[in-house]
Structures are given as structure tokens and as C-alpha cells.
T-cell receptor, first 114, second 117 residues
């Protein structure tokens, strides 16, 4: 069973469209994250949720809106997609919101904006 | 703000040999955690090893070990008896010990490791 699953794995869309990426974890974790990996492989945190509460919002444009309907899900909705949004988006989870906790990552969603 | 630097964009090692990947970081904090993550071509991010800054003893996980030099703010990863499956991008990462908004995982830019026969 996949611990952290993201859908879709690949997403190709036109500029200006709205799209969503879904993430689910079956590990019983309290904390979930979204990370963005750009074309140079640089990984940067976007959001962190703990028990459905937003903990970190790392100066991400408000076109990006995370939604956590429950502890096991953290979805990412992106409005008015731009070319610069093309990247790989990773969902991750950890047991607690604690610095030494191991993060479990999904396999990523490769978003290509044309 | 904390920064993590990996000065080696690419490294190569022969199978069964040992390789060391470098990582330095900048922080004013005294307590924190350091990690090495591996990203194979499958894109999955996998935790390789973790080190608590308050521990002087270097962490080891089977063929993987670190050389943690707190004063020098250096955290290198040594891979012994390299295997073909070790070929991947390796990311060094820092996380503050403070919970709350400061506690985010900050990654370096990665080192691509090639393993040759």
C-alpha cells in the first residue's frame, strides 16, 4: 500500500487554467506538507498543515490554495496557472509537527503549463 | 534565515568504492536537525540518515554515515561500498528545533551521484 499518494502523476495544461492536485496519506499522520521542486531540482516548502490547521504558508502566491478536509488529505488548488508554475509538486506527511520527525514523501506531480 | 549549500552538483563513484558528499549550512541556532534525502529517478524522496545537532556522535545507517562538524557547520555524507542502486540526487536538509512557523525543512540544491561499474 502506498503511504503517501498523489494524483495525478502528470498534469499538462494551458496557461490561465485552474487545476487541482490531490494528496492522501494512510499513515495516520497529523502533519502534511506541499513542496515545490523547480527545473533545477531545488525543493522548497510551500505549505504545512497540522491537524487541518495551516502552520506554514511560505510566501506562496494566493493563486495557490491548499485545502485539508481531514488529517489524511491535503489538496492543492491552483488558479490562473502561469508558465512559472511548471514544476514537480510533492506532498509529504509526518507523524507530528516536530523537527526531528521523518517526512514521508509522495512520488510527486509533474505539472507542465503550456 | 537558514541556508544549506551543496557545492558539488555532480559526483561519480565506482561500484564498491566510497564517496563523500559535502554539505554546509548557515544558522545562528544551537539546536537543530540535519538530514540527507535521496531522490532516485523514480522521483520518490527517501530519508537516508538523520542527525541531531546536540549529539556529538555521528549518525550511521548501514553503509551510510555522516561527518558532522558543528563548529564548522558541515554535514557530509559518506557512502561506503557503493552500489548501482545508490545512483540518485542527494539532498542535504536543515530543520530548526523550534516548532511553529520556523520549523520548516530547508533543502540544499542537491548532488547528483553516478555509480559506474
Amino acid at each position: 500500500d502506498t503511504a503517501v499518494s498523489q494524483t495525478p502523476k502528470y498534469l499538462v495544461t494551458q496557461m490561465g487554467n485552474d487545476k487541482s492536485i490531490k494528496c492522501e496519506q494512510n499513515l495516520g499522520h497529523d502533519t502534511m506538507y506541499w513542496y515545490k521542486q523547480d527545473s533545477k531540482k531545488f525543493l522548497k516548502i510551500m505549505f504545512s498543515y497540522n491537524n487541518k490547521e495551516l502552520i506554514i504558508n511560505e510566501t506562496v502566491p494566493n493563486r495557490f490554495s491548499p485545502k485539508s478536509p481531514d488529517k489524511a488529505h491535503l489538496n492543492l488548488h491552483i488558479n490562473s496557472l502561469e508558465l512559472g508554475d511548471s514544476a514537480v509538486y510533492f506532498c509529504a506527511s509526518s507523524a507530528r509537527y516536530s523537527p526531528n520527525e521523518k517526512l514521508f514523501f509522495g512520488s510527486g506531480t509533474q505539472l507542465s503549463v503550456l | 534565515a537558514q541556508t544549506v549549500t551543496q557545492s558539488q552538483p555532480e559526483m561519480s563513484v565506482q561500484e564498491a568504492e566510497t564517496v563523500t558528499l559535502s554539505c554546509t549550512y548557515d544558522t545562528s541556532e544551537s539546536d537543530y536537525y540535519l538530514f540527507w534525502y535521496k531522490q532516485p529517478p523514480s522521483r520518490q524522496m527517501i530519508l537516508v540518515i538523520r542527525q541531531e545537532a546536540y549529539k556529538q556522535q555521528n549518525a550511521t545507517e548501514n553503509r551510510f554515515s555522516v561527518n558532522f562538524q558543528k563548529a564548522a557547520k558541515s554535514f557530509s555524507l559518506k557512502i561506503s561500498d557503493s552500489q548501482l542502486g545508490d545512483a540518485a540526487m542527494y539532498f542535504c536538509a536543515y530543520r530548526s528545533s523550534y516548532t511553529g512557523t520556523a520549523s520548516k525543512l530547508t533543502f540544499g540544491t542537491g548532488t547528483r551521484l553516478q555509480v559506474t561499474l
